[in-house]
C-alpha cells in the first residue's frame, strides 16, 4: 500500500521559515520524482516543487523560486521541503505526491501516489 505522510506544517508569522518532511512507503522510492503540491481554500491545486530522487534536478513554480528549496533522502525515502521567507498567500494545505514536469507546470503523476496534507498557515 502506497502511503506519503507529510508533516511539519504549523502557524507560522509572515518571513518565517517552515520545513515539511514526507515519509513514503509502498513503493521504489528512488523510481519516482518526487515533489509538493497545496491547495488554498477556493484556488486551484498548485504544482509547488519536484524533485528527480535520481539525480536531484528540481524544478519549482514561479511563486515560490527563490524561497523554497526540495531536497530528498533516498535512505530514507523522504521528500522535504525548506519554505523561507514565507508570504500570507503561501497558506494552504500541502500534499506530497509523486510528479513530473511538463509544459512548464509541475503535476501529479498519478492518484495513487498522493498523499494527506499538512496545513500551513502564514500570518500577516
Known amino acids: 500500500e502506497v502511503q506519503l505522510q507529510a508533516s511539519g506544517g504549523g502557524l507560522v508569522q509572515a518571513g518565517g521559515s517552515l520545513r515539511l518532511s514526507c515519509a513514503a512507503s509502498?513503493?521504489?522510492?528512488?523510481?519516482?520524482?518526487m515533489g509538493w503540491f497545496r491547495q488554498a481554500p477556493g484556488k486551484e491545486r498548485e504544482g509547488v516543487s519536484c524533485?528527480?530522487?535520481?539525480?536531484?534536478?528540481?524544478y519549482y513554480a514561479a511563486s515560490v523560486k527563490g524561497r523554497f528549496t526540495i531536497s530528498s533522502d533516498n535512505a530514507k525515502n523522504t521528500v522535504y521541503l525548506r519554505m523561507n521567507s514565507l508570504k500570507p498567500e503561501d497558506t494552504a494545505i500541502y500534499h506530497c505526491?509523486?510528479?513530473?514536469?511538463?509544459?512548464?507546470?509541475?503535476?501529479?503523476?498519478?492518484?495513487?501516489?498522493w498523499g494527506k496534507g499538512t496545513q500551513v498557515t502564514v500570518s500577516s
Open positions: 509502498g513503493f521504489t522510492f528512488d523510481d519516482y520524482a
Open positions: 505526491a509523486a510528479c513530473y514536469y511538463s509544459d512548464f507546470t509541475i503535476k501529479v503523476r498519478g492518484v495513487d501516489y
Open positions: 524533485i528527480s530522487t535520481s539525480d536531484g534536478s528540481a
